[in-house]
């Protein structure tokens, strides 16, 4: 998309040039800005300076087949102020763009950090939580029954249970379930 932008803008521009040039003299050569402004925009500095040039180029050749010199051409100061300007606008554009990217990167990591922040409270909140419970049960086995039923909900499990291993029978028995 931002190369058939930026092909588009060109061509409009060409067009424009070609066509209007005469009749409104070489004040329309400022429609040059659209192209470097959309190239700036997507493709950054460099491909703004990229664009300016190439229109630079045509504007001048576009200038040279209406029986101007290039001499004539190079020598005008309007031409001169309007290709450094186009110059100009390629860089700002581009370091706005930049700038501008960074910026949304650094928004998405704040995000993305404040999310797991919040999972993390979440979760030390209910570990205080079955903490504060388990502490309020009068026997093991209560302690234990409410153990496993927080740390299923905790873990978003279907179910859950604690066992004690056996040695003489080589196997786990349930002691608590839920």
Known sequence: LPHVLVAIAIGAYIIIFASYRTQLGTGIASLATIPVVVAGWYFGIEGGILIAILVILTTGFLQSTANSSVTNLLADPGNILRSISLLLIAVVTGRLSSLSRKNEEGIRRLEQYQEQRVSYTQFLEILNGIT???????????????????????FKADD?????????????IPIAAY
Not at 160 to 172: I, K, N, R, Y
């Open 132 to 154: 504060s419970r388990a502490l309020e049960a009068d026997s093991l086995q209560s302690t234990l029954e409410i153990l496993i039923e927080e740390f299923t909900r905790l």
């Open 160 to 172: 859950g249970f604690f066992a004690s291993w056996d040695s003489e029978q080589d196997s786990a």
